[in-house]
């Protein structure tokens, strides 16, 4: 389950060390994902990772905190962090359902994390709390149901040979109505690269 960091910790190295996929998908990714933001901001990443995307978002705004479950990613994130010498990146070992104390933020990031929540409703209602009026939602998330029809079975019989995380099965559709459903206003979707399955979602808080 994701509250069991477990299977991280022991992918942290293999994962710090594949190179991204799509570089110019995450790049565009990226670049949209600036356009809503302010140099006034103090952005959350959810599910941070090795904090490659929060020390490349650092730029863009004021003050960055970058949260994970593993403390073994993190680990990978601080020498990032270091080596880098950027000052207004925080890194913090935390559930993404978990109430930070600077909250709420001016935006948040969760790339490639909300199909591994354990309750999605429950995770959105959370990040909504944690978030100030008129803030952003900014999400790219893995629709296993819009993939080839034999990878939801493959990814069930790796998980139980733990190759393979706890994943949640869903299409966009569904993934957008559950924005909706959390009270959050969808302003933006659509895909970059040739991936037509990680879907790239904006979403606001009105207010």
């Known amino acids: 389950m994701m ?50 995307t929060a020390l490349t978002l650092a730029g863009a705004v004021r003050q960055v905190t970058a949260t994970d479950l593993s403390g073994k990613m993190l680990e990978i ?17 935390c559930k993404i359902t978990e109430p930070l104390n600077n909250a709420p933020f001016d935006a948040i990031c969760a790339f490639s994390i909300l199909h591994l929540v354990d309750d ?21 998330t893995a629709c296993l149901h819009d993939m080839n029809m034999f990878i939801p079975p493959m990814i069930k019989l790796m998980k139980v040979f733990g190759k393979a995380p706890h994943v949640l099965l869903f299409d966009a559709a569904t993934l957008e109505n559950a924005f909706r459903d959390a009270g959050l206003e969808v302003v933006e979707t659509g895909y970059f690269g040739k991936n037509r399955s990680a879907r790239f979602i904006v979403a606001q808080r009105p207010g």
């Open 120 to 140: 999605l409703p429950a995770t959105l209602s959370h990040l909504y709390s944690q978030l100030k009026p008129g803030g952003y939602v900014i999400s790219k």
């Open 77 to 93: 994130a601080k020498g990032k962090l270091a080596d880098r010498g950027v000052a207004n990146v925080r890194f913090q070992q």
């Open 3 to 52: 509250a069991d960091p477990s299977f991280w910790d022991k992918a942290a190295k293999k994962y710090a060390a594949s190179p991204i996929k799509d570089m110019a998908a995450y790049e565009e990714t990226l670049g949209r994902t600036r356009h809503y933001l302010e140099r006034t901001d103090h952005l959350l990443e959810v599910g941070c990772g090795t904090g490659t």
